[in-house]
């Protein structure tokens, strides 16, 4: 017999070999929704206790950490003091068990249970689910307000409005390019397109690479725009300028220019209007007042940074942002 006629036939081997995945993955899946009911419903009987005995100020330090001795020396280190405040705060956050989206882990959940606000809790459970971040990237992003440097909080009523998907700064510390020397927009964007994968991470949902310095050729003139990027949930283009210096009328032109262009020579009919995003060091706030920016609802002007600010300097920047957003809405 053949050596070839002993090797498994590949259309068998592949069918076998996607109900092992499967499985595994069915599996993990129950497996972890197991493990995250039994966090809730303890943490749920903590809570419960909690509110129906005597309301004491030392709770959680005496009668939790009496509990968690007992739990520990039967059922091991997994139910010392720690975790059971982690499952009180879990329960806490997410007090109807429905509410709980069984894709992610225990450990999503018990970064996420730290959020105070209500309402971010339950956009970085959806966004680590349609992004597929692991704990790490959730991190990060919440430790970089990723929620709170959007432009627009997503609305649940309209999900799809531009200024939901638009931030104000982006952040590039994953560039890990040095902050104590200048860079050219060549070197920040070679590196940007290095860290793809981050890159559209930090821009957000639905975001595809599409081209670097892509060419336009008009009859007279020819033009590289920096960086082009599909939304497949805007159903749109994305043009992304990028400048290492304060922003600028004539940058502002470009972009108007580039986008103008766009719909002419790229856009497809089932397409919806081009965004154009100027990436900028600074904003200059009576350029954008007195451009053409002021009055296209698809041009944005947004700061970035190579680094990711302390607490306070991230802060403000988005609440400079964000006053300046309000005072738009008033006039």
Wanted: include cysteine; proline fraction near 2%; charge should be negative.
């Amino acid at each position: 017999m053949k050596e070839q006629d002993l090797q498994p036939k590949q259309e068998l081997y592949h069918s076998i070999a996607k109900i092992i995945i499967d499985s595994k993955s069915n599996l993990y899946r129950t497996t972890n929704t197991i493990l995250l009911n039994m966090y809730w419903e303890i943490g749920k009987l903590i809570v419960q206790d909690e509110q129906n005995g005597e309301k004491r100020a030392g709770y959680g330090k005496h009668i939790l950490k009496n509990l968690a001795n007992q739990l520990s020396l039967e059922f091991g280190k997994g139910f010392n003091e720690r975790n059971l405040n982690n499952m009180r705060a879990f329960f806490s956050s997410f007090p109807i068990w429905n509410a709980v989206r069984t894709e992610l882990s225990w450990t999503h959940y018990r970064i996420i249970s730290r959020i105070d606000n209500p309402d971010h809790r339950i956009q970085y459970v959806n966004h680590a689910i349609e992004g597929n971040w692991n704990t790490r990237t959730l991190q990060r992003n919440i430790d970089s307000q990723y929620l709170g440097r959007l432009l627009k909080f997503p609305d649940s009523n309209d999900e799809k409005q531009v200024s939901s998907f638009i931030k104000d700064p982006y952040i590039f510390e994953f560039l890990g390019l040095p902050t104590d020397t200048a860079q050219t927009e060549t070197q920040i964007e070679t590196a940007l397109i290095s860290h793809l994968q981050k890159f559209l991470m930090e821009l957000g949902k639905g975001f595809a690479f599409v081209a670097r310095q892509q060419h336009i050729v008009t009859d007279t003139s020819d033009f590289f725009i920096d960086l082009v990027f599909y939304n497949y949930y805007l159903k749109c283009f994305v043009l992304v300028d990028l400048k290492t210096h304060k922003l600028t009328h004539e940058a502002i032109g470009q972009m108007d220019m580039y986008v103008r262009m766009y719909k002419d020579l790229k856009k497809g009919d089932d397409d919806n209007p081009t965004i154009g995003i100027i990436l900028c060091t600074e904003k200059d706030e009576t350029v954008v007042k007195y451009s053409v920016m002021s009055e296209n609802e698809k041009l944005f002007a947004s700061k970035y940074r190579t680094y990711l600010p302390d607490e306070i300097e991230l802060k403000q920047l988005i609440e400079a942002d964000r006053l300046k957003l309000e005072l738009d809405d008033l006039s």
